[in-house]
T-cell receptor, first 114, second 113 residues
């Protein structure tokens, strides 16, 4: 049962335009949501996160929006650059006993065309 | 944040053999995590390794197949035992030095023939 879903396997955007990556979740107990970027042959790199008590977090060109009622979050990249081309993973944190764990979506491949 | 290194970065192994992957962190952390990413798939948590205690394995993963050591607060190893082609994956370690963010190592690309 996939609790974090990224329904778009791929997205293609023109350089300079906005990229919007979407993520849906089913578990109301998630308390943090994180976005990671992954290049081939590298480990995931943390991009930005948002607490479940917030609805927006911004860091430079990256903004994450959280809609708790819809159990939906999105990552906006403005303006998109060719170097942003990578796989983007949405992850959600939950408490398990005394620890926290992350569950990941399947990722969206973003291609930014020059 | 944390700087994490993994060895080896990649390997090609024969079925039936075992490979030990090392993970080194530049700071002391209580918990280390081991993940697997099979081709075209998401990251799947294998186990959580706390220093001084037995690793905790996720459903579908067992200690005999993926033994883990955690001798100190900056180092851990994951062994992939009795390998088969289905074990071909990227293996990643990660840590949470503080707060909600997990930081990942560069990964170990394993191909089993």
């Amino acid at each position: 049962d996939q609790q974090v879903k990224q329904n778009s396997p791929s997205l293609s955007v023109q350089e300079g335009r906005i990229s919007i990556l979407n993520c849906d979740y089913t578990n109301s107990m998630f308390d943090y949501f994180l976005w990671y970027k992954k290049y081939p042959a590298e480990g995931p790199t943390f991009l930005i996160s948002i607490s479940s008590i917030k609805d927006k977090n911004e860091d430079g060109r990256f903004t994450v929006f959280l809609n708790k009622s819809a159990k939906h979050l999105s990552l906006h990249i403005v303006p998109s650059q060719p170097g942003d081309s990578a796989v983007y993973f949405c992850a959600a944190r939950y408490k398990w006993g005394s620890n926290y764990k992350l569950t990941f979506g399947k990722g969206t491949l973003l291609t930014v065309n020059p | 944040s944390a700087v994490i290194s993994q060895k080896p970065s990649r390997d090609i192994c024969q079925r039936g053999t075992s490979l030990t992957i090392q993970c080194q962190v530049d700071s002391q952390v209580t918990m280390m995590f081991w993940y697997r990413q099979q081709p075209g798939q998401s990251l799947t948590l294998i186990a959580t390794a706390n220093q001084g205690s037995e690793a905790t394995y996720e459903s579908g993963f067992v200690i005999d197949k993926f033994p883990i050591s955690r001798p100190n607060l900056t180092f851990s190893t994951l062994t992939v035992s009795n390998m088969s082609p289905e074990d071909s994956s990227i293996y990643l370690c990660s840590v949470t030095p503080g707060g909600a963010t997990q930081y990942f190592g560069p990964g170990t690309r394993l191909l089993v023939l």
